[in-house]
């Protein structure tokens, strides 16, 4: 069972910048495709970006492409997402996930962490 912890949310004005960080359990991590999912209040959860195992392909929502950016550090078990030029849309708990067999299906998911954008 893979335990995902994000981290790095929080209050920032529009067009600033934020670093997420999702820290997996498991020494496996290397092997899955991890990502990002997002949900802002009244709103379904909504794909936002993914990477694979060996990182070389990465995913993006056409809402984030650009100004979004996925990485990943293997040997630390650690996954980023690196996002500038916030817009108040933006606003969402992130939630980071894992999948065993690949994109889109994911089989962990994180317990979230709040992002807020202000205008």
């Known amino acids: 069972q893979v335990q995902l912890v994000e981290s790095g949310g929080g209050l920032v004005q529009a067009g600033g910048s934020l670093r997420l960080s999702c820290t997996a359990s498991?020494?496996?991590?290397?092997?899955?495709?991890m990502g990002w999912f997002r949900q802002a209040p009244g709103s379904e959860r909504e794909f936002v970006s993914a990477i694979t195992w060996t990182g070389v392909t990465t995913y993006y929502s056409d809402s984030v492409k650009g100004r979004f950016t996925i990485s990943r550090g293997n040997a630390e078990n650690t996954l980023y997402l690196q996002m500038n030029s916030l817009k108040p849309e933006d606003t969402a708990a992130y939630y980071c996930?894992?999948?065993?067999?690949?994109?889109?299906?994911?089989?962990?998911w994180g317990q979230g962490t709040q992002v807020t954008v202000s205008s």
């Open positions: 996930v894992a999948s065993r067999s690949g994109h889109p299906r994911y089989d962990y």
């Open positions: 498991d020494r496996t991590f290397n092997n899955y495709t």
